[in-house]
């Protein structure tokens, strides 16, 4: 049987979506696409992937506050 993560699935639909030319997209599917971003987003942040993400981030931004005082 076949699986489909539905978070590999989310990443390639937002790829699709964003390639596409600003100006080809309606304020609908701006907001389709924001809201397949969020979902992706709780999907992927309990997972190891979003931990390491996340403590980059962290990480970066730690760098760029002490880089600033």
């Known amino acids: 049987m076949l699986t489909i993560n539905v978070a590999v699935l989310l990443a390639v639909i937002i790829v699709v979506r964003l390639r596409r030319r600003t100006e080809a997209r309606s304020r609908n599917d701006e907001k389709?696409?924001?809201?397949?971003?969020?979902?992706?987003?709780?999907?992927?942040?309990?997972?190891?992937?979003?931990?390491?993400?996340?403590?980059?981030?962290?990480?970066?931004?730690?760098?760029?506050?002490?880089?600033?005082?």
């Open 32 to 69: 389709m696409t924001v809201l397949i971003v969020l979902v992706f987003g709780i999907l992927v942040a309990p997972t190891a992937l979003g931990q390491g993400v996340l403590d980059f981030v962290g990480q970066l931004a730690s760098g760029i506050n002490d880089a600033g005082r």
